[in-house]
């Protein structure tokens, strides 16, 4: 059973860790998390907003609310990647190239890394911008294909799939603006992040 079938689907049935954590010897190697569900519980709990949808009529509904929820429908938005603009062209999105005119980015990414829930984006999405140039809001539209298993897999997979290599290879990892930064987020631009995660798997 996927991730996303356990956090959906039936919720009367139990875990199976903890079914098996009754009757398993501690002698028996670790159970090994699926990379979807290890991708869902770090995202989380870095602070991130997750939407699961398991077609473009649930990413463009689940696009639409979070737009009301923070009152963004007649804000202006920063968008470089023109193939979202067609995607969500029945929006009217009003877009900008001037970040200090806008309230929040759309944006893809390149990869989203399970082992610590981040997102791996690179000049494809954000050009030669650094984060603190970029709003502090981001709308991020990814597939469930994109999730690999840590930064290693994700730059070998940039290194091999891409006739261009990107520059400016980063990781957003921090989706909480408010909260107070601690020695290990020291540096890091934290953003408020909404990932619409399509199933396309």
Request: glycine residues 4%; neutral net charge; charged residues 30%.
């Given at each position: ?11 009367t ?30 995202f989380?709990?870095?602070g ?40 969500f ?7 900008t ?12 990414c ?22 603190k ?29 891409k ?15 408010n909260?107070?930064?601690d020695?290990?987020s ?7 992040l909404?990932?619409?995660l399509?199933?396309?798997?």
């Amino acid at each position: 059973m996927s991730l996303f079938s356990k956090i959906f689907g039936k919720k009367t049935i139990k875990s199976q860790h903890n079914i098996e954590g009754d009757t398993r010897s501690k002698y028996m190697p670790e159970i090994e998390i699926p990379i979807d569900e290890r991708f869902t519980i770090q995202f989380k709990a870095n602070g991130g907003k997750f939407l699961y949808c398991i077609d473009q009529t649930e990413v463009n509904e689940n696009l639409k609310n979070i737009l009301i929820e923070n009152g963004w429908e007649d804000e202006k938005v920063f968008l470089i990647d023109k193939r979202l603009k067609n995607k969500f062209k029945k929006f009217n999105l009003e877009t900008t190239k001037s970040t200090s005119e806008c309230t929040y980015f759309l944006s893809t990414c390149e990869y989203l890394v399970a082992n610590d829930g981040s997102l791996l984006i690179s000049s494809n999405q954000i050009k030669e911008k650094k984060l603190k140039e970029l709003p502090d809001n981001f709308i991020i539209f990814a597939t469930t294909s994109q999730i690999v298993d840590n930064i290693s897999e994700g730059l070998r997979s940039i290194k091999n799939n891409k006739s261009t290599i990107p520059t400016n290879i980063t990781t957003i990892k921090h989706f909480n603006i408010n909260k107070e930064k601690d020695f290990l987020s020291y540096g890091s631009s934290s953003k408020n992040l909404y990932l619409l995660l399509l199933e396309d798997l």
